[in-house]
């Protein structure tokens, strides 16, 4: 049963945009809130931006000002509209309900010229 579909990845010349999406099950949407994550090769995966279900959201640093996540409870979607990338952006994005531990495949982004 999958759960949580990643879209949207690709590969983007720095400053460019990009609008990742991903569709989860309604069991995880309904009671978690949901975070976008990325790992970088040979990083830890790190928590990029988080949304609650009441709609309140925080970002790391190096999202700040640059990245917007939003959900849509009607779809049981959960979007980050990611601008002004740069190459150390460049990562497998995930999404999640955070404090979940179960993942799914991933969208990969590439920020190069």
């Known amino acids: 049963q999958v759960q949580l579909v990643e879209s949207g990845g690709g590969l983007v010349q720095p400053g460019g945009s990009l609008r990742l999406s991903c569709a989860a099950s309604?069991?995880?949407?309904?009671?978690?809130?949901m975070g976008w994550y990325r790992q970088a090769p040979g990083k830890q995966r790190e928590l990029v931006a988080a949304?609650?279900?009441?709609?309140?959201?925080t970002y790391a640093d190096s999202a700040k000002g640059r990245f917007t996540i939003s959900r849509d409870n009607a779809k049981n979607t959960v979007y980050l509209q990611m601008n002004s990338l740069k190459p150390e952006d460049t990562a497998v994005y995930y999404c999640?309900?955070?404090?979940?531990?179960?993942w799914g495949q991933g969208t990969q982004v590439t920020v190069s010229s």
């Open positions: 999640n309900g955070v404090g979940r531990v179960t």
């Open positions: 309604g069991s995880i949407f309904r009671v978690y809130d």
């Open positions: 949304i609650t279900k009441g709609g309140s959201t």
